[in-house]
Nanobody
Framework: QVQLEESGGGLVQAGGSLRLSCAASGRTYSSNYMGWFRQAPGKEREFVAGITWSGGTTYYQDSMKGRFTLSRDNAKNTVYLQMNSLKPEDTAVYYC?????????????????WGQGTQVTVSS
């Protein structure tokens, strides 16, 4: 079992930046794949970005490319999501999640463990 805790959300003006953190504890095997998702009110949860825990290969939803950047600190078991040039439509609860295979996926159902989420609000 892996426990995940997100932090770093908040209120920011359009064009601003935030860095979200996802700290993992428990069975953080090197074969894990970590993903970030978001869910806005009244909308389905959607994939934002993902990273392989050992190899550091990253994947992004097309609309986030160039604005969002994933990184990891294996010593701290933490994955970071740097979000720049934020837009009001980025407002959502952001979740990190893990799947216990080293392969990427953008499907919610493929992820076994989830954090509680952190709210990001971008004002216009």
């Amino acid at each position: 079992q892996v426990q995940l805790e997100e932090s770093g959300g908040g209120l920011v003006q359009a064009g601003g930046s935030l860095r979200l953190s996802c700290a993992a504890s428990g069975r953080t095997y090197s074969s894990n794949y970590m993903g970030w998702f978001r869910q806005a009110p009244g909308k389905e949860r959607e994939f934002v970005a993902g990273i392989t825990w050992s190899g550091g290969t990253t994947y992004y939803q097309d609309s986030m490319k160039g604005r969002f950047t994933l990184s990891r600190d294996n010593a701290k078991n933490t994955v970071y999501l740097q979000m720049n040039s934020l837009k009001p439509e980025d407002t959502a609860v952001y979740y990190c999640a893990v799947r216990h295979v080293p392969y990427g996926s953008s499907r919610v159902a493929d992820f076994a463990s989830w954090g509680q989420g952190t709210q990001v609000t971008v004002s216009s």
